[in-house]
Structures are given as structure tokens and as C-alpha cells.
């Protein structure tokens, strides 16, 4: 890293102790900006990095709520307001008994630089709560959303700050603090939320867009290479939102998808995958990994090792941060791995990370590669502010367009700094310098 930037770092270490997750996140941004800052050295004069380091605002809360045998618990609430220099704040909202400070700031921080990619008017910010909604009835889910909500609604607005969905967030939890929000504002206020029902103010493809852009993200990577995902082997990390979609994408582009996973274990299904069951399994009855392995034949559960020990063409990393290490990255590569694009955000360790751009692999990071789910949501904000519903064909093509876009936008940044090929680097840049700019235009703030 760059001696002065080495300077900003360790500030934000001082600054932050104890948030490794942010530490790493800081990290990647600042060894791809060397180039930009020989290029501005006005930034550093004017504390651009160390200001977009620091949070404008970071809100932390307490929850208390009641489970239905009437015990109370109290969890904690976050919600860390990281940059409005574009838009709104935007970004989603995690429950997860791993949530803390560093996890949000990670993801708030990541964020700022995937809204810029997207070329729409969103700000970056997260939130969520060590919450675990996990095993937990749907009433219990409710009381939880609405003691959320009651303290969250006052920092929040279609012009202010907009949540979404993120790990243990979806159409349900949604539903609820959309609800509360209503309840206590007395306004109908479709765009202070993304990830809404389609019956009230949600977005057509909303729920597979962080997914099917992930794979299409992957196949312009693969593109550039004279290949496509026809008759690829994909292997796809987690069962969640953006698993099942980044799976349902890819096999509708000709791929197969030998497995999946979750936090109690995976799956190889070298059959191909069967959608409707993982959906119904996941979605509907809100299942193990092992249900899907009972019901289906050619499905295996995983007995030692890791889903990365499979040999595929394509590794679709769509659960968590840092679920692919380096150890794990050199079998991938050892294996032929020839795409790597991340669903989650930061699910590559750095030495992974550093492995695959060594070893040629074509390395999507998440702040590009999962950007369309952002992106959907704020084309749902668009629809809102015009009460519109867009057909899923139509939103789809945009969506498409975007993730193009993106790819564009990456691929000749990193050319136009020497770096052909690497998309960290392009992803970090073409996302700082947009917010950069805005931020030297408002003056000092
Ligand atoms: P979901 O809650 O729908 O699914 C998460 C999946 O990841 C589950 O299969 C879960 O398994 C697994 N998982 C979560 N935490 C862990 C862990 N600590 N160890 C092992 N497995 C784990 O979340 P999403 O699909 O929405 O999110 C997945 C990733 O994608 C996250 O990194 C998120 O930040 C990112 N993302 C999401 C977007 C969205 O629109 N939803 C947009 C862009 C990025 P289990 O059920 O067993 O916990
Ligand atoms: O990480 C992400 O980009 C998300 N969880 C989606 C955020 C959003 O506002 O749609």
C-alpha cells in the first residue's frame, strides 16, 4: 500500500478498535487507490479518504421484545449511516447473531462504493441487530420488527434513508417494519423501504436481482475470454436469497449447479440442482440442507472438507464474508476454477482474494458483482416515486443493462490505470472517484 494511504489506515485502526471486518474492508479499498491519489493529490490535502472512512452518522439501539412463552430479551440495534454524498443512505438490514459494529461498518463502508457503481442516486449505509430469527415463530419474527422499528422509523425516509433486505431479512421482516413504520408515521410512504410485497409497492424482480446479477456479472467476465456459462459446473455457497437466484440464472444460461450450502453443512447434487425443491424447502418451509438431501436422490451431504472442494468451472460464493479462504481458493484453482464472482459481500479472504488475481482467475468482487440487488432497489424507489409497476421483463432488461454497465465501467478503469483484467482495482476506483467528486463539490463536509 501506498505510504501515505499506510497513514490513513492505521488512523482508521486507532479510530475503530476491535472491527476486523472493517479493517479488512478499509484495506481493499485503499491498496487500489495509490493511482488515483498520485493523480489528485488534492485529495489527500483535503482529508477525502479519511472523511469517507468515517461514518456521517451511526445510530445504535436497544430492542427489547417478548417471545410468546412472555420472556423478555433485549438485542441490540444498528444502523450506521456511512455516506449521502449521492443519494439517500441505501443499503440493507441484517439479523444475525454475529452482527456487531464491525459487521455493519464492513458492509456500510463496502456499500458506499456498490451504490457508485450502480450509476443511481443511493447513498451507502446498513444496519441490523445480533438478532437470530432463526427458530423463532412468526410472531416472535413480528414483536421483533416492530420494537425495531419503533426506534429506527425517526431516522429513516424516502429522502433520507431507505433499508432493504440483507442475511435474515427478507419479504416477511419487510412486511412487518413497513407495517410499523406506516403505523407510527401515519404515512404511506412506499419508498422508505425497498424489498417491499409486489401488492404494496414492491419491485418485479426485486427478490432475484441480487442473484441473477451476480451471474451475469460472471458470464461478461467470461465473455471477455470468448467463453459463456453454457455447459459450465457452478457450485454456489449458502441457500438463501441470493444463492437461489444466482442458481436459477445460471441454469437458465445453460449451466449446471452441483451444490449449495448452509451454515450446518452442503450439498452435492451432481444431477444438477432441483430448484423447486431448494425453494420450497428454503422459502417455504424454512428447512436444512438435509431436507433437500432426504428428498432427493442423487443429492449427497457433504461428509468432510468444504463446498469449495468440488471441482467446478464457476464458484459462485453467496453466503457470507470470508467463507473462501486461501486454502480453499488454491483447491479451486488446483481444481480449474475459471470464475469466481462474489454473491455475498466480501466472501473471499484476502489471501484468497490475492491467489485467484495471481493464478489468472477471472475475480468478481462483491461491491461489482452483487450490486444488482442495490440497483433493483432503487429502481423501486423509482417506480414508487412515480406509483408505477414496471413489467418483470422491462425491469429485468434494466437490470441487465446495469450489471453490463458495471462490467463496462470496471474493466476500463482497470485498463485506463495498467491493470487489465483486475477488478478489485477497477471496482474501488470507478466507485471512489464518483463519490470523491461529489463530496469536493459540497465543500467541506
Ligand atoms: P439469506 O439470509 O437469504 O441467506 C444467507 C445464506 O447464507 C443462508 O444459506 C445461510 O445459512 C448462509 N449463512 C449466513 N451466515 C452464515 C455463516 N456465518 N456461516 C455459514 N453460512 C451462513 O441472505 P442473502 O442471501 O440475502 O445474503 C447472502 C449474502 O449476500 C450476504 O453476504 C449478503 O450481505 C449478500 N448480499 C445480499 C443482497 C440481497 O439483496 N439480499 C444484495 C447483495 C449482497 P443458514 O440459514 O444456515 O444461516
Ligand atoms: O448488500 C446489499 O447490497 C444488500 N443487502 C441490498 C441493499 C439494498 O438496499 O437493496
Known sequence: ?????????????????????????VREVLESLGPVIDRHPEYLEMKMLERICEPERQIIFRVPWMDDKGEVHINRGF???????????????????????????????????????????????????DFDPRGKSDSEVMRFCQSFMTELYRHLGEYTDVPAGDIGVGGREIGFMFGQYKRITNRYESGVLTGKGIGWGGSLVRTEATGYGTVV?????????????????VMVSGSGNVAIYASEKAAQLGATVVGFS????????????DLDLLKQIKEIERGRVSDY???????????????????????????????????QAATLIRNGVKVVAEGANMPTTPEGVHLFQEAGVLFAPGKAANAGGVATSALEMQQNASRDLWSFEYTEDRLTDIMKN????VAATADSYGRPGDYVMGANIAGFEKVAKAIQAFGLV
Open 1 to 25: 500500500m501506498d505510504q501515505k494511504l499506510e497513514r490513513v489506515y492505521e488512523s482508521v485502526i486507532a479510530r475503530n478498535p476491535g472491527e476486523a471486518e472493517f479493517h479488512q474492508a
Open 217 to 233: 456479472f460472471a458470464e461478461e467476465m467470461l465473455k471477455t475470454r470468448g467463453e459463456t456459462l453454457d455447459g459450465k459446473r
Open 293 to 327: 438431501v432426504e428428498r432427493r436422490s442423487s443429492a449427497k451431504l457433504g461428509a468432510n472438507g468444504s463446498i469449495w472442494d468440488v471441482p467446478v468451472d464457476v464458484a459462485l460464493p453467496c453466503a457470507t464474508q470470508n467463507e473462501l479462504n486461501g486454502d
Open 406 to 409: 458495471i462490467h463496462e465501467q
Open 79 to 129: 444502523r450506521v449511516e456511512f455516506n449521502s454524498a449521492l443519494g439517500p443512505y441505501k443499503g440493507g438490514l441484517r439479523f444475525h447473531p454475529s452482527v456487531y459494529l464491525g459487521v455493519i461498518k464492513f458492509l456500510g463502508f463496502e456499500q458506499i462504493f456498490k451504490n457508485s457503481l450502480t450509476g443511481l442516486p443511493i447513498g451507502g449505509g446498513k444496519g441490523g441487530s
Open 262 to 273: 448452509d451454515s450446518s453443512g452442503f450439498v452435492v447434487d451432481e444431477a444438477g440442482i
